[in-house]
Each structure stands twice: as structure tokens, then as C-alpha cells.
């Protein structure tokens, strides 16, 4: 009994040490997730600012425009001779040349806002919209056939809207720049377009498959299993940071999704996303919301 008693207390010594142990090594696996999760968070967000860099320049010349046009009618309004009528009506016009500015302006710093990376059900159509008017005022779009075709009936996901933002800006700049230095670019297509898809065995629409389909360069065979590692690109030095399609396929992941590359028809690439719809029982459809929208403006 002695040899027992003697045996029992050094094993809960041992094991005593080992929980120590234990939890020292808890604690710094906590410690080391929560650095990980640090830096995967700037990591987006210095992405995304260099989305917005490329995005300034064109959204400055967009700018310009409006500018000219205000100075122009202050120019017109000092002229002591003009009838109040037509002051009114220059006045008007400066405000709205302004109020274009702003906008302008407001899509800009609304998508170079951190993100709350706290997922919410947001509608993935209206989010293409509005990239579809940010980029329409871009150099790199002039002659581009710009084409959504949004025909999937829901488009309600769980997700973080500014960063779903920057995965959809990333894929249509890197369709832009697929577009490079091609002979006719009168004839660059990007065609975005939203479906749903059943899974084998399913009776409903589980999953929101939204595809940016380009007639660009595409992508060689031997680079479709690399493009989503980082700092992997066949871009020339100074286009771009290596870990757009990194942090994309990231995010997308981290949303419960799937994104990869394919190649087309088109002799260009398809990049093909997969998110699962918002579990919502009454979840509205794209046509309600369309519906709900026309009846407020009337």
C-alpha cells in the first residue's frame, strides 16, 4: 500500500504538470489563431486598398466632368444681367453636378470602409449594380460591353456585404486587365451572370452561383491550379499585389462558398463562385424587392 500511495502521487504529480502543460499550450494556440486572424483581416483590407487605388485614378478623370461644368455656370451666374429665371435654372444644374460628385465620391470611400466582418443576409444583386456603376466611369472600361445577367429568382445570402464588394471588384479588374494589349477591344466582353443550383438529392434551391465570364487572354492549363496561391501572378511587375485572387478565395471560403477557374467558350476564363442561399422561409425574391421598390417611388 505504501508502494501504491508512493506510485499514485507521483502519476498525479505527472498529470498535474501535463494539464499545466496543457494549458500553456491552449493559451498560446488562442494567442497564435487570434494573431492569424489579425493579419488575415489587414491582409484583406490592404487588398482592398489597393482596389481603391486603381479605382481612383478613373474615378478622378470621372470627376473632372462634372467640375467644368460647375465652373462653367459660376461663371454665368456673376453676369449682373441674367434673369432670375435662368439663375435658378444654373443653380439647379450646379447642384446636381454636386450632388454627382458626392455620389461618386461616396461609392468610393463606402467601399474602402473596414469591414464589420460580421456576416448578415445581404442581397448579392444590388451589390452588382453598383459595381456595374462604379466601373462604367472607369478609363479601363471605355469600349467594354459591360452585360449583367441577373436572372437568378433569390439572391439573399449570409455573408459580409464589403467584402463580398471586394471579391466581385477584384474579378472584374482582373477581367480588364485579361483584356490587355489584345488586338480588337471593341469586342472585350465581361458577362456577369446569377443562377441558383440544386444539389443532387435536394428538392429546392440551396446555393446562388454567380460566374464573371470574360473573352479575355485567359488563363494557361498549367496556371488554373496555382492563380489562388499567394503572390501567385501572370501580371507584370507593378500590376497588381499577388494576393487578389488569394483573398478572394479566402473570403469566399470563409462564407461557407467556393470559388475557382475555369475556361470558356469564349477562348477566356470563367470565374465560377458558389455561396449558399440565406435560410429565410420568407426570404423576398428578387422580383418582390423590385416590386416593394417601384410601389415606394410611386
Not at 488575415?40 to 479605382?55: H, P
Not at 462604367?136 to 452585360?147: A, K, L, S, W, Y
Not at 449583367?148 to 480588364?176: H, P, T
Not at 494557361?220 to 511587375?237: A, G, Q, R
Request: glycine share 8%; aromatic share 6%.
Amino acid at each position: 500500500f505504501s508502494k501504491l500511495s508512493t506510485s499514485l502521487n507521483a502519476m498525479q504529480i505527472r498529470i498535474s504538470g501535463d494539464k499545466e502543460k496543457l494549458q500553456a499550450s491552449v493559451a498560446s494556440l488562442e494567442k497564435a489563431n487570434h494573431e492569424l486572424e489579425k493579419a488575415q483581416l489587414e491582409l484583406v483590407r490592404a487588398e482592398k486598398l489597393a482596389s481603391v487605388g486603381r479605382l481612383s485614378a478613373g474615378i478622378a478623370h470621372e470627376i473632372g466632368n462634372p467640375i467644368g461644368i460647375i465652373k462653367g455656370y459660376l461663371d454665368l451666374l456673376k453676369d449682373e444681367g441674367l434673369a432670375v429665371e435662368e439663375k435658378t435654372e444654373f443653380i439647379d444644374r450646379t447642384e446636381t453636378e454636386v450632388e454627382r460628385i458626392n455620389a461618386i465620391i461616396s461609392q468610393l470611400l463606402d467601399f474602402a470602409r473596414p469591414s464589420a466582418n460580421e456576416p448578415s443576409i445581404v442581397g448579392i444583386h444590388p451589390i452588382l449594380h453598383e459595381l456595374e456603376d462604379v466601373c462604367r466611369c472607369q478609363p479601363i472600361f471605355n469600349g467594354f460591353n459591360f452585360t449583367l445577367d441577373l436572372s437568378a429568382e433569390k439572391d439573399q445570402v449570409m455573408a459580409d456585404g464589403r467584402q463580398l464588394r471586394q471579391v466581385f471588384l477584384n474579378l472584374i479588374l482582373n477581367a480588364a486587365d485579361a483584356f490587355d494589349g489584345l488586338d480588337s477591344p471593341d469586342d472585350n466582353r465581361l458577362i456577369i451572370r446569377t443562377s441558383l443550383k440544386t444539389d443532387p438529392g435536394q428538392d429546392s434551391e440551396h446555393w446562388l452561383v454567380i460566374q464573371f465570364i470574360d473573352n479575355g487572354a485567359g488563363i494557361p492549363d498549367e496556371n488554373l491550379d496555382n492563380i489562388f496561391d499567394p503572390f501567385f501572378s501572370t501580371k507584370e511587375p507593378g500590376r497588381g499585389t499577388g494576393l487578389g485572387l488569394s483573398v478572394s478565395f479566402a473570403i469566399i471560403e470563409g462564407f461557407g462558398g467556393r470559388l475557382q477557374a475555369v475556361a470558356n467558350d469564349l477562348h477566356g476564363t470563367t470565374m465560377h463562385i458558389r455561396l449558399p442561399l440565406a435560410e429565410m422561409d420568407d426570404a423576398p425574391t428578387t422580383h418582390d424587392v423590385m416590386e416593394m421598390t417601384h410601389d415606394a417611388k410611386r
